[in-house]
């Protein structure tokens, strides 16, 4: 596809399962962002990918909070034991790789739909 | 730590109106980026602006960003109903490389 795509678009769970949230960056894109977005909020950092490392962690809430992404594409957040406070939306975005011209030159992000969820 | 702020939260304009959203840093930037948000939707990039004291235009939208590097504004010529919606700051700061910081964003209503 043209662009960033999640699934699944909604989840609902119960408090205390498990969740996997997954995000197919566009093609060629080397920077991978997750963020989360609670109703009528700002978008929260939780973590970057370059390639398949992550150089910053620091939004993840809580070790219940883990990604990972392999061959530089496909990125997984994975919830554990979730609660209730974990609801919002979870919005993935990615990047080309920063300019080459001499100085840095960060291009835009392109965001997915994002996944609702909604812990019970 | 680094501190964003968008003001105001929230703003009511009437059609054919202008109005100013400001976003302010306490640490020098690197980059900023705006993005706009309709309801029900999800964040769309609008411009970046990279220099001290840049100013970019994109129709009726003008971007600024401060000569110190810790400000930025973005001003909106005769609202239409079309402009509704959150818009967001995205920050770089100089030490962190790679990493946006988004604001609280502002919230657009127009009335027409």
């Known amino acids: 596809g043209a662009g960033v795509s999640q699934s699944p678009s909604n989840k609902v769970t119960e408090k205390g399962k498990d969740v996997e949230l997954r995000c197919d960056p566009i093609?060629?894109?080397?920077?991978l962002y997750w963020y989360r977005q609670s109703l009528g909020q700002g978008l929260e950092f939780l973590i970057y990918?370059?390639?398949?490392?992550?150089?910053?962690k620091s939004g993840l809430p809580s070790d219940r909070f883990s990604a990972e992404r392999t061959g530089g594409s496909v990125s997984t957040l994975t919830i554990q034991r979730t609660q209730q406070e974990d609801s919002a939306v979870y919005l993935c975005?990615?990047?080309?790789?920063?300019?080459?011209?001499?100085?840095?030159?960060?291009?835009?992000?392109?965001f997915g739909p994002g996944t609702r969820l909604t812990v019970l | 730590g680094q501190q964003v702020m968008q003001i105001p939260q929230y703003q009511h304009v009437q059609e054919g109106e202008d109005f100013t959203t400001y976003c302010n840093s306490s640490t020098t930037l690197s980059n900023i980026q705006w993005y706009k948000q309709r309801p029900g939707g999800h964040p769309v990039f609008l411009i970046q602006l990279v220099k001290s004291g840049e100013v970019k235009k994109q129709k009726r939208l003008t971007f600024q960003f401060g000569e110190a590097k810790k400000n930025s504004s973005l001003h909106i010529t005769a609202t239409q109903t079309t402009d509704v919606g959150t818009y967001f700051c995205?920050?770089?700061?100089?030490?962190?490389?790679?990493?946006?910081?988004f604001g609280a964003g502002t919230q657009v209503v127009v009335t027409p």
């Open positions: 990918f370059q390639g398949n490392s992550a150089p910053d």
């Open positions: 995205a920050v770089m700061t100089t030490d962190s490389w790679g990493k946006f910081q």
């Open positions: 093609s060629g894109h080397t920077a």
């Open positions: 975005a990615s990047r080309q790789p920063p300019g080459t011209s001499g100085r840095r030159s960060y291009n835009e992000q392109f």
